[in-house]
Antibody, heavy 120, light 107 residues
Framework: EVQLLESGGGLVQPGGSLRLSCVAS????????VSWVRQAPGKGLEWVSA????????NYADSVKGRFTFSRDNSKNTLYLQMNSLRADDTAVYYC?????????????WGQGTLVTVSS | EIVLTQSPATLSLSPGERVTLSCRAS??????LAWYQQKPGQAPRLLIY???NRATGIPARFSGSGSGADFTLTISSLEPEDFAVYYC?????????FGGGTKVEIK
């Protein structure tokens, strides 16, 4: 069974940093790209970042480029989203989602999400 | 950036009714379109990918169609569990983008 489990969310002050983790299981981890997708309270879905199966290619939404860094450790089946210079509009539930291809694509499995709140 | 516009924003319907949801792209995206269903407090679920292919375990009452820049999700007969928000998403170009969603609510 494919599973994705996020952690690391919480309350952080504007300008602060947070690192999200996502542990994957139930599939050949290196064969799939993974994305982070976020959802602000009461709002729609926003793709944030994607990483290729090998971890050698990353893409970012303009809204987070230069502030967020997506990485993966294929020996631990774990993904990391380092979020720096956080702003109030980064407040959202952050989902990790498996891509249907080694890079990019659609999202066929999702975690349960972790809430990030940026507030003073 | 490819913008996906979904319409209508909200649909009020009764169980058993046929539903047609629209997703229009700001440029041609070939067949690189998916549909998701999201219920309150839950993660989205993939329904349809590459315009018309049902994801694993998705009932046959869900179908997708379209090409180029105009796409449709159809639910042939609404079941009580189908009341939710539906999103389209394109994978033609980076950044990957979602439509704003259509809420299907009980009339």
């Amino acid at each position: 069974e494919v599973q994705l489990l996020e952690s690391g969310g919480g309350l952080v002050q504007p300008g602060g940093s947070l690192r999200l983790s996502c542990v994957a299981s139930g599939f050949t981890f290196i064969s799939y790209g993974v994305s982070w997708v976020r959802q602000a309270p009461g709002k729609g879905l926003e793709w944030v970042s994607a990483i290729s199966g090998g971890g050698d290619a990353t893409n970012y939404a303009d809204s987070v480029k230069g502030r967020f860094t997506f990485s993966r450790d294929n020996s631990k089946n774990t993904l990391y989203l380092q979020m720096n210079s956080l702003r109030a509009d980064d407040t959202a539930v952050y989902y990790c989602a498996r891509n249907t291809a080694i890079r990019g694509g659609f999202f066929d499995y999702w975690g349960q999400g972790t809430l990030v709140t940026v507030s003073s | 950036e490819i913008v996906l516009t979904q319409s209508p924003a909200t649909l009020s319907l009764s169980p058993g009714e046929r539903v047609t949801l629209s997703c229009r792209a700001s440029q041609s995206i070939s067949n690189y379109l998916a549909w998701y269903q999201q219920k309150p407090g839950q993660a989205p679920r993939l329904l349809i990918y590459d315009v018309s292919n049902r994801a694993t375990g998705i009932p046959a009452r869900f179908s997708g169609s379209g090409s180029g820049a105009d796409f449709t999700l159809t639910i042939s007969s609404l079941e009580p569990e189908d009341f939710a928000v539906y999103y389209c998403q394109q994978r033609s170009n980076w950044p990957l983008t979602f439509g704003g969603g259509t809420k299907v609510e009980i009339k």
